[in-house]
């Protein structure tokens, strides 16, 4: 892991990828700060935000969250933030088969330019809402077995998996040797 000080301690670069309106930035305000705020302002470029998790076995692991922009006039800036990144976490929006599309683009640039042993997670958020849902559980859940993700889905809206989302990352991170 790229930054991880010891075995104890674990600190990681981690990016979110996705489409412009998936939910990137609230995922992390939800986790982060544990609000969600509907009125929520777009990103641009990209912003930061870092945040500890305490595992049971008593390492901790600091996660410096890299939240970019989706729009199209920014792609050209991702590869500054997913480099050296120790995790990637692409969102689609189950409530847009489009969002879905995009991510699979991300997952592909990912596999071609990313770091070879990066922790890859696909996230289908948005699932409270049910009534909208365009993209099954079963297509996420079987895009990201094919392509060895990580797979949940989440609400940043009703706080559902986003804890759960992070603890399965730090689970799924490579030790350094002590
Ligand atoms: P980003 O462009 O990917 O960072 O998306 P934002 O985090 O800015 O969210 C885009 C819009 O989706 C905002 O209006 C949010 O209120 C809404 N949103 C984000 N997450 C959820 C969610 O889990 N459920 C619902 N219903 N809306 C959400
Ligand atoms: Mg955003």
């Known amino acids: 892991v790229s930054g991880s000080n010891d075995a104890k301690n674990l600190r990681v670069k981690l990016v979110l990828l996705g489409d412009s309106g998936v939910g990137k930035s609230c995922i ?3 986790f982060v700060r544990g609000q969600f705020d509907p009125t929520s302002k777009v990103t641009i470029g990209a912003s930061f935000l870092s945040q500890t998790i305490a595992l049971q076995d008593s390492t901790t692991v600091k996660f410096e969250i890299w939240d970019t922009a989706g729009q199209e006039r920014y792609a050209a800036l991702a590869p500054l933030y997913y ?5 990637a976490v692409v969102v689609y929006d189950i409530t847009s088969s489009e969002s879905f599309d995009k991510a699979q683009y991300w997952v592909k ?5 990313g770091s070879p042993n990066m922790v890859m997670t696909l996230v289908g958020n948005k699932a409270d809402l049910l009534e909208k849902r365009e993209v099954s559980v079963e297509d996420g859940m079987e895009y990201a077995e094919k392509n060895g993700m990580f797979f949940i889905e989440t609400s940043a809206k009703t706080a559902d998996n986003i804890n759960q989302l992070f603890e399965e990352i730090a689970k799924r991170l490579p030790r350094p040797t002590p």
């Open 28 to 30: 992390v305000l939800r």
């Open 109 to 113: 640039e990912l596999q071609k330019h």
């Open 83 to 87: 480099r050296g990144a120790a995790v």
